[in-house]
């Protein structure tokens, strides 16, 4: 379909169901088929897969976002209007382009949706920053033997892109979004991404390499008075999501020499295939925004060195799940390099006077913080503490020793002169502008076994990690 254009001769009205998308009931049938309490199963029946096609059926608004105690997941309830009036309990909606299943419809008045949103859908998407009152879009999933008018949109968010500009002409906008650099490689000139669940053609791509990329849409006045694009202002946020296809073909050029042999869960040791290491790592820059917006990042150092993966945070970035991430596919012996200056600021000395390790690796004393913890040894516990040490504010007196984290001193020149994992933390915080302290662990296969080169590919690129080698970070802060 053009960009921008809309399906139905006739824009949906806040919260009115679009009838020339969706089949319409009347209210007898609606009644009938509305459950009045859940189904045998609940959250933990399993679920048939949905698609969606991008085509906006109707404009619904926030009521509230209600925190649940204890974790970080929320109740997210709206005024969807007749677009859920057949909905039943279980069944899928899309809000913002975010897949959600409705639940407590034995609670609700008549217009009502009700959805759990996980921690990571909160972190994902732009849901996490809706407030009462701001309009979402919203979708029904398609009926069988439904119209495919869109593009095929399964609900699944990639990440939060940023609008950058809006350039007005005589019958249409452009409108340009800024997006992180890892998705860049999946978007085409004249190719489908859906924005806020609305399925839209790419006008023009930034250049490969190109800080920060970018893309844009052309959307006319109806795609803008029919859903809540044409409210965007310049910095507001909006979901991705990136076509299918192309997000299953870098997955397997991923896979690309590497031998089957190899596997990621079985531990078995393949020596890693470095002549073809370039054709499957990441640039360091993307690493680097990674960093940036508080991701995660596997970095391998030389075959004839350690012949290791860590996965690498910043320690200000820390949270519970980051760190839970980190803990549950690594040896567990979680370690945060930071600069010989601020070890000395929070009165972290050597673990001993005499180090022994065969590379130099330089353990301060372990430590944990002082205060906001339990045992020291959860990773909400350890979350708080590489987060204090990450704080310029923070004081020798924030921090006991010892503890259950362990500081390690990177040397002052850096990569170039130590290119170990240590080092590399330090200079990616660094190059992301943060504090200069990281995070960092050990990647492990299930049997405890190291992962190797290939095996490491894969984790990342399962776990949508950018990967990079000290080698190639090496150059990066060369040319900086």
């Not at 088929?33 to 608004?61: C, D, V, W």
């Not at 959805?115 to 009462?132: D, I, S």
């Not at 979402?136 to 008018?149: F, K, S, T, Y």
Request: one cysteine or more.
């Amino acid at each position: 379909m053009p960009a921008g254009s809309y399906a139905g001769t006739k824009a949906p009205r806040h919260g009115e169901y679009s009838k020339n998308t969706y089949s319409y009931t009347d209210e007898q049938t609606i009644a009938a088929r509305r459950p009045q309490r859940r189904r045998p199963g609940g959250h933990g029946e399993k679920r048939k897969a949905y698609m969606f096609t991008g085509i906006i059926g109707a404009l619904g608004t926030v009521e509230s976002i209600t925190p649940i105690e204890g974790s970080d997941a929320a109740y997210l309830t709206l005024n969807a209007g007749d677009i859920v009036a057949d909905l039943e309990h279980g069944g899928s909606l899309a809000v913002n382009g975010v897949c959600l299943t409705a639940i407590d419809l034995d609670q609700l008045q008549p217009g009502q949706f009700r959805a759990y949103a996980m921690g990571e859908t909160l972190r994902r998407t732009n849901l996490g920053n809706l407030n009462p009152g701001d309009t979402v879009n919203l979708e029904r999933c398609l009926p069988a033997g439904g119209r495919l008018d869109g593009h095929v949109v399964q609900g699944h968010v990639d990440a939060v892109g940023t609008l950058a500009s809006v350039t007005a002409h005589e019958a249409w906008s452009t409108l340009r979004f800024n997006l992180p650099t890892e998705l860049a490689p999946l978007l085409a000139e004249k190719g489908s991404i859906a924005v806020s669940g609305v399925s839209l053609t790419v006008t023009a791509v930034s250049a490969p390499g190109e800080t920060p990329a970018w893309f844009e849409v052309g959307l006319i006045p109806e795609t803008l008075k029919a859903t809540n694009l044409g409210a965007l202002k310049v910095g507001d946020s909006v979901n991705l999501e990136t076509d299918a296809l192309a997000k299953y073909v870098q997955r397997l050029t991923a896979f690309a020499g590497v031998p089957q042999a190899d596997s990621a869960h079985s531990g078995e040791q393949v020596a890693p295939r470095r002549a073809d290491a370039a054709s499957v790592l990441d640039s360091v820059q993307t690493a680097v925004d990674a960093i940036a917006a508080g991701r995660a990042v596997v970095v391998v150092d030389d075959e004839d060195r350690e012949n290791e993966g860590d996965i690498i945070f910043a320690a200000e970035h820390a949270t519970p799940e980051l760190m839970g991430f980190m803990i549950r596919y690594t040896s567990g012996v979680v370690c945060a390099p930071l600069s010989n200056k601020r070890a000395d600021e929070m009165k972290l000395p050597p673990m001993v006077t005499n180090n022994e390790d065969p590379k130099g690796t330089a353990y301060t004393v372990s430590c944990d913080a002082a205060s906001g913890v339990s045992t020291g040894i959860s990773a909400a516990d350890r979350a708080r503490t590489v987060q204090i040490l990450a704080d310029a504010s923070s004081t020798p007196a924030d921090i006991t020793r010892p503890g259950h984290i362990f500081p390690l001193r990177a040397v002052d020149g850096g990569v170039a002169e130590r290119p170990g994992h240590t080092e590399a933390a330090v200079e990616l915080s660094l190059a992301a502008g943060l504090s200069g302290v990281g995070v960092i662990a050990e990647v492990v296969h299930d049997d405890g076994s190291m992962m190797r080169f290939d095996a490491l590919r894969a984790f990342a690129t399962e776990h949508n990690l950018p990967m990079i080698s000290i080698e190639d970070l090496i150059k990066y802060v060369a040319k900086a």
